[in-house]
């Protein structure tokens, strides 16, 4: 095995929510793998592949927490976690939030309880910050979420769209309630770069790519003959045509481009420092 490990998760399926079902998360999955694999120096055993009734909340983080320990044990360098699923948000409890706002990301077995999301089947970035904070300084992490940060996604989610079998649709779920999503409707969604929150030492070692601004949504999107996210996508499409020879900077840009000539209206997000953003990939 290399000094480098990868989780990739992709969901499509949700256990409790049947009608919220995408169609290219999965296969976001299996995508990413296999590009680590061909062109970052990734063997099969450096990579676990999670999707639907496997990608429970607990088994994802088992298998992130798993990633920190041994990156602290000194085996690994290099971490790869890519999530293609639907995100939400839920109100801020721990008071680190001006917006009182957190972002969350949907797993398998994603429940409510009440009038909120259930804490113990929902992921929060509080939780993915808590844990990454762990990593040794010397290990670079690179994190890509092809999910939907906005409060406003619940206007896409209308049902003249949702019975077109190949149209778009927002990876997005609008809190549990009404009640509850009035609560949030209100607040300023916030940048994933809180994953970093305001620790500068995090910045020089973590690399965050989302599919869209804090304030749009990603798509899930019909290509070639099969779904995916439409960053991931072209996000695949594009390290492979250049065969990992650029930057991430000119990566982003190129993805951008291409969003914007597909039509789709997500601006991905490259956040990271200029080091890592002037270099290429692994």
Not at 44 to 73: E, F, P
Not at 168 to 193: G, T, V
């Amino acid at each position: 095995m290399s000094n480098r490990r990868a989780l990739c998760v992709g969901i499509n399926k949700f256990k409790n929510y049947p009608t919220a079902e995408l169609r290219g998360c999965v296969n976001d999955a299996h995508d990413m793998a296999q590009l680590l694999k061909d062109l970052l120096g990734f063997t099969d055993a450096d990579i676990t592949i999670l999707t639907d009734a496997q990608a429970t909340k607990v088994r994802v983080m088992a298998g992130l927490k798993s990633l920190v320990q041994q990156a602290k044990a000194g085996q690994i360098k290099y971490i790869v976690v890519s999530l293609s699923t639907h995100g939400t948000q839920v109100p801020d409890v721990s008071g680190d939030e001006t917006d009182r706002a957190d972002e969350a990301f949907c797993p398998y077995d994603l429940a409510a309880k009440g009038d909120q999301w259930d804490p113990e089947r929902i992921i929060l970035d509080d939780e993915l910050h808590e844990l990454f904070t762990q990593l040794p300084q010397d290990v670079l992490l690179e994190c890509y979420f092809d999910t939907c940060h906005s409060g406003t996604g619940i206007k896409s989610l209308d049902p003249v769209t949702l019975l077109m079998p190949n149209a778009p649709r927002p990876r997005y779920l609008p809190p549990p309630s009404y009640r509850a999503f009035i609560e949030l409707s209100n607040l300023r969604p916030r940048s994933l770069k809180s994953l970093r929150k305001a620790d500068t030492t995090l910045a020089r070692h973590h690399i965050l790519w989302a599919g869209c601004r804090d304030d749009q949504t990603s798509a899930d999107a019909y290509f070639d003959g099969r779904f995916n996210g439409a960053f991931t996508y072209y996000y695949v499409k594009t390290v492979r045509a250049c065969n990992n020879t650029w930057s991430r900077a000119k990566v982003r840009d190129a993805v951008r481009a291409a969003l914007k000539k597909a039509k789709f209206e997500q601006i991905p997000q490259l956040e990271c420092d200029a080091t890592n953003r002037s270099a290429r990939l692994g």
